[in-house]
């Protein structure tokens, strides 16, 4: 009986508090019922990146009326829900433990069963919150802002790591790439805006491992080479870099954003080659890059491979993505919640171990 199963779900790996409920469907793809979130990126922006104990303690603040809000949304009791999910990992270990903390305690208090979630599977399951859910098999581009992975779908829980990246992941070569170029954090979104304005040829900036002949990536050399760039402009100008030019800044941005998303657009066409399937789930926080999205839109089309991303405000950490992994593989069978309340997380774990 898997059907009609309320599924609530907490995300806390990082810097994000979500909490979500969803219903399992006896076919078919489970039902987001509601949704709440909170970003706690201002209070990290004074320091210029996510400060783990702070981002324990805002946790602890904010899940409980997250939570309300979402049973308050869905018109849910408490009692109703069937089964308790949480992000186990891979994440910070102290913003891990709230959410671990306090499903197994909400779990306890009402005799259900918990399922400790990985984060990633959230991440590659998220399209199917839309309203133009994938099918299986798949190809899925996984990049956030600590992981960079090519990875064969077949099903639920049924994940073939093809590549990943040796050092930086997509998301941290954005953010630290804005870092250096005076843009705050998380630098991801504001390194995109200001591209918008700029010429992407600009400067030559390598590819890493372009021409590999695998489906690794390499990021760290990228930050390097931008540095090196901007600190030559400024000498140049006789400025310091984020005081260069507008345009010079803009052209930067481009140019960085440009090499970030042929490398990944040129080994997602390998991955989909390769395996021959013709169908690509893009997920993870760089997902919600334009530019990527544009281009892998055009090289798609031209190889007939459908593209799908999750909706733009579902591609970042969310609690909604966490409670449908948790409802799909209830649904599927692959894992069932137990009433095993001493929890552990995973700082460190492994997605095709699962
Ligand atoms: O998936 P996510 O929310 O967190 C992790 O699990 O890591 O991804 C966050 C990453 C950050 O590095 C952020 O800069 C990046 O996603 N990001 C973007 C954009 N929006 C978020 N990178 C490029 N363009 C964007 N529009
Ligand atoms: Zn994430």
């Known amino acids: 009986m898997l059907e009609n199963m309320l599924v609530l779900g907490f995300e806390s790996s990082c810097d994000e508090t979500g909490v979500a409920l969803v219903q399992t469907r006896a076919k078919g793809v489970p039902v987001l019922l509601a949704h709440a979130l909170y970003s706690q990126i201002e209070m990290h922006q004074a320091y210029g990146g996510v400060v783990p104990e702070l ?25 109703q829900v069937d089964v308790v999910a949480f992000t186990r990992g891979p994440g910070l270990a102290g913003a891990l433990l709230v959410g671990a903390g306090v499903a197994c305690a909400m779990a306890a208090a009402l005799d259900k069963p918990v399922l400790g979630v990985h984060h990633l599977e959230g991440h590659l399951l998220s399209p199917f919150l839309s309203s133009d859910p994938p099918e299986f098999p798949f190809i899925a581009l996984l990049v956030s802002g600590g992981h960079t992975q090519l990875m064969r779908v077949d099903g639920v829980g049924r994940y073939e790591l093809l590549g990943e990246t040796i050092d930086d992941a997509a998301g941290e070569a954005f953010d630290k790439s804005a870092k250096l170029l005076g843009l705050g954090y998380p630098g991801g979104p504001a390194l995109s805006r200001l591209a918008q304005s700029g010429d ?106 459908r593209v799908h991303y999750p909706e733009l405000h579902l591609c970042t950490d969310n609690g909604a993505m966490i409670a449908m992994a948790a409802a799909m593989r209830l649904q599927s069978g692959a894992s069932v919640a137990a009433k095993t309340y001493a929890f552990d997380v995973k700082p460190r774990w492994a997605l095709d171990s699962l």
Do not use: W
């Open 200 to 305: 992407a040829n600009a400067y030559k900036l390598p590819r890493p491992l372009l021409n590999s002949g695998n489906l690794d990536f390499s990021f760290a050399g990228l930050k390097t080479a931008v540095m090196v760039q901007a600190k030559k402009l400024a000498q140049a100008q006789g400025c310091t870099v984020e005081a260069l030019p507008a345009t010079m800044l803009a052209d930067l941005a481009a140019s960085t954003q440009a090499a970030i998303v042929e490398v990944l657009v040129k080994k997602s066409l390998a991955a989909l080659a390769q395996s021959g399937l013709k169908r690509l789930v893009v997920a993870g926080g760089v997902g919600a890059n334009r530019s990527l999205r544009d281009q892998l839109d055009a090289a798609c089309a031209r190889q007939r491979v």
């Open 55 to 79: 981002a324990s303690r805002d946790h602890i603040r904010r899940v409980l009326p997250l939570t309300q809000q979402v049973l308050k949304e869905s018109a849910c009791s408490l009692a």
